[in-house]
Nanobody, 136 residues
């Protein structure tokens, strides 16, 4: 069973920075390991729908972001550490949310460079989430 554990959330002032980490452990019954999963981050603010934030491909080279975080957030991964990161700079109060990482096993008909998951339902595994609060 694959488990995802996020860390790094907290309280920060507007304009500040935080780096979230998501460490993956375990294998699927097919034996897949971390570098067989494209990784993504989602967030959900209180009273709002969950939204996609960022995703990266198996290698981490290809990345995809929601428009509202482009130029401020950077997703990256270290396959040797089974960890994906979300570096968040120039934080705004509207970035306040619970941030959750998600993993999507590569399908046989998907290219290696696919940066996903980009929809919650695309993921195979999800973490529990970490709270990020940005004060004004």
């Amino acid at each position: 069973q694959v488990q995802l554990v996020e860390s790094g959330g907290g309280l920060v002032q507007a304009g500040g920075s935080l780096t979230l980490s998501c460490t993956t452990s375990g294998r699927t019954t097919s034996g897949r390991t971390f570098n067989n999963y494209a990784m993504g981050w989602f967030r959900q603010a209180l009273g709002k729908e969950r939204e996609f934030v960022a995703a990266c491909s198996l290698s981490g080279y290809n990345k995809y972001y929601v428009d509202s975080v482009k130029g401020r957030f950077t997703i990256s991964r270290d396959n040797a550490k089974n960890t994906v990161y979300l570096q968040m700079n120039s934080l705004k109060p509207e970035d306040t949310a619970v941030y959750t990482c998600a993993a999507r096993a590569r399908r046989s008909n998907e290219p290696l460079y696919y940066a996903g998951p980009r929809r919650w339902e695309e993921a195979d595994y999800w973490g529990q989430g970490t709270q990020v609060t940005v004060s004004s």
